[in-house]
């Protein structure tokens, strides 16, 4: 059946249109855009800009977001935050798992992402034994996508290894381990399962260089067909640049360029420590930056470089990663909000089309998202799909602004959640900033937190 979407104002592909009319087909794409079409009787007189893929989540942490925050007896870092999230792992099962991602999916739904890219990697059970399906959880996360509407990328996690080198995995990693044979098959029975699935894809997701070595990745990506794209975190941590350069020579972005054809399928996550040449080298590539600013904050991991790296023309997208924030405005807030606090100076991301810096960041993270999670998102265009937010424009933060002051405005006038109505292949699945299932869905993880913690 096919659906009508009216809107007052829209940000197209080709820029802001009003009095739009949106056809949507029976597949939930953009079958045809019409500006300056008579209202539609009974239509509300809404502003729709397109919804916001998130690149990378670890939906399991969701749990465990402000659990880290306790000092230590020693200095704290990323790697005394993992030994906390190790621990915190080793109870969930598979329906623990399958509520907290509903949860999670429910939460970035109402603040205006489209898709998540789950990089999942908590694949077998606590003694280390795969399942009867050994994509059991990554199937879970697939399963809670569709029970909220969320669109869904599947990064089954290709880990062997507990560090540069070969070496052998800690204890706390024996349920992320796979040989290349073992993960082929995940991957491959995510892709029978999406295979008629408008809303999902399925790539794979190189832990790190620290968990995989050049021949197994090699293997894996030479027996797989029709990924929609191949995502690594790299440079996240000085240590991880210090000890690849000890096991190598190199440093990790250059290695990684050098053993690998890395192009516009490819995300590299953080890529937070890189030196010119390798900054060079990934925005020649075409390839995505994931960037997850406050979770890069919350870890003390550092600043992107990412001035030099839009300067370049580098292409990137936004993820909420651990989750200790849900809200695509202040990913790209803080994105804003880091290279000010380095340089001392404002509305540098800007780009040479706009100078709304707010509009920059959306139209980046929008173009930049929908590559990574290799889907057609992330825009207003016939052959797109109807993922579409609608801003609340009667609030006082967004009341008498239009266009890329709206937009503005939105990103850095506040806190709270100005997104109304959130569309999914032309579905309305959150309706005044509520979802059909919500509080079921919120019973089920409160539920599973008393379980995991009693």
């Known amino acids: 059946m096919t659906t009508r979407i ?50 990378h989540s670890h939906a399991h942490q969701r749990a465990m977001a402000g659990l880290g925050e306790r000092a230590g ?56 034994k795969a399942y009867a399906n050994p994509a059991e959880m990554s199937l879970q996360c697939l399963q809670a996508a569709r029970s909220v509407g969320l669109g869904f990328t599947a990064l089954p996690v290709l880990y062997r290894y507990g560090g540069f080198g070969g070496v052998a995995p800690l204890d706390g990693q024996k349920r992320f381990i796979n040989q290349a ?52 975190h790299i440079a996240e941590q000085t240590k991880e640049v210090d000890d690849c350069l000890a096991w ?80 695509p405005v202040e990913e790209l807030r803080w994105l804003e909000y880091g290279m000010r606090l380095q340089t001392r100076r404002r509305n540098l991301l800007a780009s040479s089309t706009t100078a709304n810096t707010g509009r920059s960041l959306l139209d980046a993270a929008l173009a930049g998202g929908g590559q990574a999670c290799g889907r057609p998102i992330g825009s207003i265009a016939p052959g797109y799909r109807a993922d579409l937010l609608v801003l609340d424009c009667d609030h006082p933060r967004l009341y008498g602004r239009r266009r890329d002051d709206l937009i503005d405005s939105w990103i850095f006038s506040g806190n709270e959640n100005l997104v109304r109505d959130v569309y999914i292949g032309g579905k309305r699945l959150i309706a005044d900033g509520h979802h059909a299932n919500e509080d079921m869905i ?13």
Request: one cysteine or more.
């Open 73 to 128: 007896n020693n200095e704290d870092s990323f790697w005394t935050w993992r030994k906390v999230m190790y621990h915190y792992l080793e109870r969930i099962q598979p329906h623990h798992l399958h509520h907290i991602a509903a949860q999670l999916y429910l939460e970035m739904l109402r603040a205006g992402y489209s898709c998540v890219g789950e990089f999942q990697y908590l694949h077998h059970d606590v003694a280390g």
């Open 442 to 454: 919120a019973q089920n993880y409160r539920d599973t937190l008393d379980q995991l913690t009693g």
């Open 181 to 232: 044979d073992d993960f082929v098959e995940i991957v491959q029975s995510l892709q029978q399962a999406t295979v008629d699935d408008a809303n999902a894809a399925v790539g794979i997701a190189p832990h790190s260089l620290r968990a995989i070595d050049r021949e197994l990745l090699s293997e894996v990506i030479g027996n797989l067909d029709q990924l929609a794209a191949i995502h690594i």
């Open 248 to 327: 190598s020579g190199q440093r990790p972005v250059a290695w990684l360029f050098d053993n690998f054809d890395v192009n516009s399928d490819w995300c590299l996550i953080h890529a937070t420590h890189m030196d010119a040449a390798e900054t060079r080298s990934m925005a020649d590539s075409g390839c995505i930056a994931g960037l997850c600013p406050t979770t890069e904050a919350n870890l003390g991991d550092g600043f992107f470089n990412a001035l030099d790296y839009l300067a370049q023309r580098g292409r990137w997208a936004i993820g909420s990663d651990s989750h200790i924030s849900i809200d």
């Open 6 to 55: 009216w809107a007052a104002s829209a940000l197209l592909a080709t820029g802001w249109a009003d009095s739009v009319e949106i056809t949507i087909d029976d597949n939930g794409d953009i079958d045809a855009i019409a500006p300056d079409t008579v209202y539609i009787s009974g239509a509300r007189a809404e502003v729709l800009i397109p919804a916001v893929p998130n690149v």
